[in-house]
């Protein structure tokens, strides 16, 4: 039996997560945050520990290759979770109520707007789905 290094331990048990989103979670800022979307999921490489560990994950892209991608990981890390959390969606027009998500994750995805109107709509799209004293963690 081949005994992991401990960075290839601490890839499975959390992916690549951003070591800021890490941060967070060591911080307890997710103890009362269940639901949580990641709006430019790609690779879902943030969600990774949050499928693990029973939270209410959602994931939109603008890529259809990168949503059969997390649904395949979700499947397999949270076989509960229904697979149509996951969509393709422009984060300009995102498909949830206004104050839905406890937490909002947008890690590198916004520096990608086409312009400062472009990244304005995403930004108010981020807002207007997080719920009152909600979680929005984005890097750019």
Same mark, same amino acid.
């Given at each position: 039996? /081949? &005994?992991?290094?401990?960075?290839? @331990?601490?890839? !499975? &048990?959390?992916? +690549?997560?951003?070591? %800021?989103?890490?941060?967070?979670?060591?911080?307890?800022?997710?103890? =009362?945050?269940?639901?949580?979307?990641?709006?430019?999921?790609?690779?879902?490489?943030?969600?990774?520990?949050?499928? !693990? $560990?029973?939270?209410?994950? %959602?994931?939109? +892209?603008? @890529?259809?290759?990168?949503? +059969?991608?997390?649904? &395949? /990981?979700?499947s397999r890390l949270a076989p509960a #979770?229904?697979?149509?959390?996951?969509? *393709?969606?422009?984060?300009?027009?995102?498909? %949830?109520?206004?104050?839905?998500? +406890? *937490? *909002?994750?947008?890690?590198? *995805?916004? $520096?990608? =707007?086409?312009? @400062?109107? $472009?990244?304005?709509?995403?930004?108010? @799209?981020?807002?207007?789905?997080?719920?009152?004293?909600? #979680?929005?963690?984005?890097?750019?």
């Open positions: 039996m /081949t &005994q992991l290094t401990p960075g290839e @331990e601490l890839r !499975q &048990q959390f992916g +690549d997560i951003d070591i %800021y989103l890490f941060d967070l979670l060591l911080r307890g800022r997710f103890d =009362a945050r269940r639901r949580v979307l990641d709006a430019g999921c790609g690779d879902v490489r943030n969600l990774i520990w949050l499928l !693990q $560990h029973g939270f209410e994950c %959602y994931g939109v +892209d603008a @890529e259809p290759s990168a949503i +059969d991608f997390v649904r &395949q /990981t979700a #979770l229904p697979s149509t959390n996951f969509i *393709v969606a422009d984060l300009t027009r995102l498909p %949830y109520p206004d104050g839905q998500m +406890d *937490v *909002v994750i947008c890690c590198a *995805v916004l $520096h990608f =707007a086409a312009d @400062e109107g $472009h990244f304005d709509a995403m930004v108010s @799209e981020i807002w207007r789905v997080l719920a009152p004293r909600g #979680l929005l963690f984005s890097r750019l």
